[in-house]
């Protein structure tokens, strides 16, 4: 019997390879049937907004506005290609257990599928990436998107002129 999955959680934070994982996501939560759903889940890091002296909810309100328009695109994406079961959250907190148990836990994830770096590379650096932390924590199935939507690697501009 092939494994199904019907409950798909696809973290996205604007990088390119969150856009490539969300669109390999909803080619496979069209395969997986008319039951799967797709959920889609942005994390405003609070954190870094801590040390900010003069911070103010408005800037909270700037990025959480920026991620919707995002998500409602990203929604319409998805449902234009067939999946009708497609939803979104904008939660606040520390991304890595949000996305690896929090989220996963309340909506019965059984795959995340999740780009194999981010936006964030100094929090990479300094305490290691999320998709590193929820490949180890997380509480179901995950898929780490290396390849572009016809499975090739992804190009890396930096090392376009390298052989």
Do not use: W
Not at 17 to 28: D, I, M, P
Not at 90 to 114: F, H, Q, S, W
Request: glycine share 4%; proline share 3%; hydrophobic share 40%.
């Amino acid at each position: 019997m092939a494994q199904e999955y019907k409950h798909i959680l696809v973290p996205v934070d604007g990088s390119a390879e969150a856009e490539l994982a969300f669109k390999k996501a909803v080619a496979v939560t069209k395969r997986n049937g008319e039951d799967a759903e797709l959920r889609l889940l942005h994390v405003v890091d609070t954190r870094a907004f801590q040390n900010i002296s003069s911070f103010d909810t408005s800037m909270v309100e700037q990025v959480t506005d920026t991620a919707k328009k995002t998500l409602d695109k990203y929604v319409d994406y998805a449902k234009k290609n067939g999946v009708d079961k497609v939803s979104y959250s904008i939660e606040y907190g520390a991304p890595k257990t949000i996305i690896a148990r929090d989220v996963p836990k309340e909506m019965n994830a059984d795959l995340i599928m999740i780009g194999a770096t981010g936006l964030n590379a100094v929090e990479r650096i300094l305490i290691g990436s999320v998709t590193e932390y929820v490949t180890r924590m997380a509480i179901c199935d995950v898929l780490v998107v290396r390849t572009d939507l016809d499975n090739k690697p992804i190009a890396n501009p930096k090392n376009k002129n390298k052989k």
